[in-house]
């Protein structure tokens, strides 16, 4: 997949409006997606977690705890497309 993220804002709650570079778009809760804990534990704060930024070079939000998300994991839930299964080369 690996579709890079080109617009975020954080919106109602712990929601986030995503945009892809191929326009795929859509609004994520991710109060769904994560538990509160460990590097997730800050974006509690809602004042926080609204301070969500794109990394260009990794194609992906992040906070600057170090907490990010991984961008296949965010396009599926806005696609609702399956993530693939990768499968590592035998050498």
């Excluded at 538990?35 to 990394?55: C, E, H, R």
């Amino acid at each position: 997949m690996l579709k890079d993220i080109i617009a975020v804002e954080a919106r109602e709650g712990y929601q986030l409006y995503i945009k892809f570079e191929d326009n795929q778009q859509g609004i994520i809760d991710i109060s769904k997606l994560i538990s509160f804990t460990g590097v997730f534990a800050p974006l509690q704060n809602i004042d926080y977690f609204k301070q969500v930024k794109i990394n260009p070079e990794w194609g992906t939000i992040y906070w600057e705890n170090g907490a990010d998300f991984d961008p296949d994991v965010l396009y599926a839930e806005i696609t609702r497309e399956e993530i693939s299964n990768y499968q590592i080369a035998k050498t």
